[in-house]
């Protein structure tokens, strides 16, 4: 997943601290130039349409998040430090700010049925 590194602090004075780019090796980074990890999730649903007569149907709903249960322990952090400009570099910069939540790393596996009406 990508992500643009940030200075921390508005030097555009657009009374915004999140948009403006890191300056490292003394340019001005690209839109999303840092990559995190690889996510897998993989997300399964079955559907089972049954006619009767004219335009009526059921269908019949069958889904399954995070098949494989996939832990992605290696996923990166949910905030990275900010990493300030040359004359006011940030010590921390680039360090994560806090753990990742438990709730991103694919969660529980699920089981959703459904039935759906169409008339």
Do not use: C, H, W
Not at 52 to 65: A, R, S, Y
């Amino acid at each position: 997943m990508p992500y643009t590194p940030i200075i921390g602090f508005d030097t555009q004075n657009d009374a915004n601290d999140e948009n403006d780019r890191a300056i490292i090796n003394g340019k001005v980074v690209g839109r999303n130039s840092f990559r995190q990890p690889n996510f897998f999730d993989l997300d399964v649903r079955l559907v089972k349409a049954f006619k009767f007569g004219d335009g009526k149907e059921v269908e019949l709903i069958g889904e399954v998040f995070n098949v494989t249960r996939a832990k992605n322990l290696n996923f990166g952090v949910d905030a990275v430090s900010p990493f300030g400009t040359p004359a006011q570099p940030v010590a921390t910069a680039g360090q994560p700010l806090f753990a990742p939540s438990t709730a991103r790393f694919g969660g529980p596996r699920q089981v959703q049925l459904g039935m759906r009406v169409v008339f």
